[in-house]
């Protein structure tokens, strides 16, 4: 009912659920694929990013207003994970602490009313049940900026259940783990004695030691040459030519890693960064050394929510629907989302 609120831009899962129809709810059942993995051992997945300055954002062709203006920044050398968290990691985090994430618990109403416009009905209590939003293309096109066109609330969805409640993550160990909100990420990041990377931490480093290129790799196109992320490939969404071998979600380390050894910075999933997002904020000055972040969240699109910075694009980027892939690429959503091709990695300082 309020999908006119919703912009290509913005991925709130609050507007969205109100949007889109719910699953039906079902037993959840568990996954045990935690049995060989530690807290230390995920320190192991780590590489040093050298400290430096660089110059983030961009102001080519293809760069939005909220990349500009390019502006030097300069970052302190930090270890990173070499790979998106894992359903396998996740899992052990799971199995060591008890955790419940966002997604599998009941919606908070008053939370949710607070991101609707005013005067805004009470939703159903059905519309308040665990869940997550899932990724359910249409099979013929759609206007690319009505994103419910392709999202749907499934009640049941969670990281256990990535498709909804018949679907589970055996199998899937080296998948990287999704439906997660940015408090699990904080959560599993605590437990992992490491912390969610700031925004500029996330380019520097997704430049591999590249200078002014658009993409981790380099200049080449996305569609040119051998494949290099795992993105959407053909018509977004309806048509998917799996160009890249993956339709969904790849294992982690699929595809060739950037020049610091960092895999999937471009693709599969969007990563959750530490900063709230402000679509000005590279227009304040000051925000040079170690920025991170501003105080609060401010999206022009959706002036009610604030939300946090993502990066990277997922499975589900193309050049002609979201680009997230490139390098500078900023995206945005509310800290309760849960998405099926929304997970991190995490930071640590050196
Ligand atoms: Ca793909
Ligand atoms: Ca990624």
Not at 92 to 99: I, L
Request: glycine letters at 10%; charged letters at 20%; aromatic letters at 12%.
């Amino acid at each position: 009912m309020f999908s006119k609120h919703i912009t290509g831009w913005t991925l709130g899962m609050s507007l969205l659920l109100y949007a889109c129809k719910g699953g039906q709810p079902q037993q959840a059942t568990k996954d045990g694929t935690a049995d060989h993995i530690t807290a230390g051992d995920t320190l192991n997945h780590m590489v040093l990013i050298p400290g430096g300055t660089f110059t983030m954002g961009a102001d080519d062709a293809e760069a939005r207003n909220d990349e500009q203006p390019r502006h030097a920044v300069t970052v302190d050398s930090f270890w990173m994970d070499e790979h998106e968290v894992t359903n396998a990691e996740f899992a052990a985090f799971v199995k060591a602490t008890g955790y419940v994430t966002t997604a599998e618990k009941p919606i908070s109403k008053e939370e949710l009313m607070q991101q609707l416009p005013p005067g805004s009905p009470e939703p159903d209590s059905s519309m308040l049940l665990p869940g997550s939003l899932v990724f359910a293309p249409p099979s013929h096109p759609v206007p690319l900026d009505d994103v419910s066109q392709w999202w749907s609330f499934v009640t049941g969805a969670s990281w256990q259940h990535p498709g909804g409640p018949d679907t589970n993550i055996s199998g899937r160990e080296k998948l990287p783990v999704v439906h997660i909100s940015w408090d699990d990420a904080q959560a599993y990041a605590k437990w992992a004695d490491k912390r969610l990377p700031t925004e500029a931490e996330w380019e520097y480093a997704a430049r591999g030691g590249l200078k002014d290129q658009p993409y981790p790799w380099g200049t080449e196109a996305l569609t040119a040459g051998k494949a290099k992320a795992n993105t959407w490939n053909g018509h977004f969404p309806y048509l998917n030519t799996q160009r890249d071998g993956y339709s969904g979600l790849a294992p982690v380390k699929s595809f060739s890693a950037n020049g610091y050894g960092l895999y999937d910075m471009s693709g599969n999933v969007w990563e959750w960064c530490a900063d709230w997002y402000d679509s000005r904020y590279y227009q304040q000055p000051g925000n040079n050394n170690n920025p991170q972040g501003p105080a609060s969240g401010y999206d022009p699109d959706d002036p009610l929510t604030a939300k946090h910075t993502i990066r990277g694009g997922s499975f589900m980027c193309t050049d002609e629907y979201c680009s997230g892939y490139r390098v500078t690429a900023r995206m945005k959503t509310s800290p309760e989302s849960g998405l099926e091709n929304l997970g991190f990695r995490c930071v640590r300082n050196k």
